[in-house]
């Protein structure tokens, strides 16, 4: 039994120094500390170039601590670190440089840090606001026709009613090295529409306004459209300049009590889609969507537009009683057109909750 109780007894001596081994092993180890995880830059100007910031640490352990890896949560942002072994006691930095060109507005970034450091991964965060450059005439205003510079070939007015004339201006700069200004009695202007510059007259390198004035009433017309204008100036009196006035005219309800509107027409539609399936080039093809007035006044249909000429709509009548329904047949075309064909047509009516609604048409044309 000696030899034995020898055996046990040596293991129990192994076991209890490997104990203390371990023990002493985790009470000496590095520690990580930063002096702060987060930096503002504050503002910072957009063509300044990069910038940087150095977080500072401190290994307050027992153990030299190593940073294994710095990793940017975007390509914006460059990580740099202490490479050797941060002793006991020493300092080592986690340096992170931010470039903001072409990266105008508010910024936060991050850098996620791994070391050898028991709970050593830590987040740094850099943060700030890139004041944008300031952009040069031609940046601002790229389109270039003779000496006027516009942003846009197309002018986009946005919705409006037909109760009344609405305008907006648009920011041009005269490029030319002689005054410019509109020759009102050239050019080719719908009625609808008028052009006027502010000032009057634009001298050589200054900036002003094309004010775009649209009546709808005159286009007589719902919906969307798009208008070219074309017009010259004088600095440039044998070249014409070709713009297009982009605007959806809804009609206009004056203010209505709750009354009014219960008591107003209703405009219903049985279905808002269908879908042909597979068609040949060149067929022409026909379905029919049921229009009903459910309100209480009679419904009078506007006006109702394909968004393409191969999409056509009729209507036996545009005036509905209340309760009364009728067929709206929807023609469309194929031919020319192949894949996959998404058409619309919009119908405009006196509906004041609805006045314009959509239904829409698919097909695969081979």
């Known amino acids: 039994m000696y030899p034995f109780k020898k055996s046990l007894r040596m293991r129990l001596i192994v076991i209890i120094l490997v104990s203390i081994f371990y023990s002493v092993q985790l009470q000496a180890q590095g520690k990580i500390e930063f002096a702060k995880i987060t930096h503002d830059f504050g503002d910072v100007d957009e063509n300044a170039g990069p910038i940087d910031y150095s977080f500072q640490f401190k290994n307050t352990g027992d153990q030299p601590i190593k940073i294994i890896q710095v990793k940017a949560s975007c390509g914006c942002t460059t990580p740099g670190w202490t ?14 440089q931010y470039n903001p060109r072409n990266r105008p507005g508010q910024f936060k970034k991050s850098l996620q840090v791994t070391s050898n450091a028991p709970g050593g991964n830590a987040t740094l965060f850099i943060e700030g606001y890139v004041k944008p450059a300031p952009k040069t005439v031609a940046e601002e205003l790229p389109l270039k026709m003779g000496g006027l510079r516009i942003k846009y070939k197309s002018l986009n007015l946005g919705r409006m009613t037909n109760e009344k004339p609405v305008f907006k201006s648009f920011d041009i700069h005269n490029d030319a090295d ?14 609808f529409i008028s052009l ?43 070249e014409m300049k070709e713009l297009f006035v982009v605007a959806t005219i809804e009609e206009y309800f004056p203010p209505m009590t709750a009354e009014e509107k219960a008591n107003a027409p209703r ?9 042909f399936g597979r068609l040949t080039e060149g067929n022409t093809v026909k379905t029919t ?3 009903s007035n459910t309100g209480k006044n009679t419904l009078s249909i506007r006006d109702t537009r394909g968004n393409c000429g191969c999409t056509v709509s009729s209507l036996p009548k545009t005036e509905l009683k209340p309760g009364e329904s009728i067929p709206m047949t929807v023609t469309f075309n194929t031919s020319g057109r192949r894949g996959r064909q998404y058409k619309t047509v919009t119908i405009f009516s006196n509906d004041p909750i609805g006045p314009s609604q959509m239904i829409s048409i698919r097909a695969d044309v081979n």
């Not at 405009?267 to 879908?275: F, G, K, P, Q, V």
Request: aromatic share 8%; glycine share 8%; net charge negative.
């Open 267 to 275: 405009l219903a539609i049985d279905r808002t889609n269908h879908d």
């Open 289 to 291: 969507f049921q229009i």
């Open 178 to 191: 002689e005054a410019m200004s509109l020759v009102m009695e050239r050019g080719m202007i719908p009625e």
């Open 83 to 96: 490479k050797e072994l941060v002793m006991p006691g020493d300092s080592g930095f986690i340096k992170a």
């Open 196 to 238: 006027a510059l502010q000032p009057q007259t634009l001298e050589p390198n200054e900036s002003g306004q094309l004010v775009v004035t649209y009546d709808p009433k005159k286009k007589g017309s719902l919906g969307f459209h798009t208008d070219n204008v074309r017009f010259f100036t004088s600095e440039a009196p044998g």
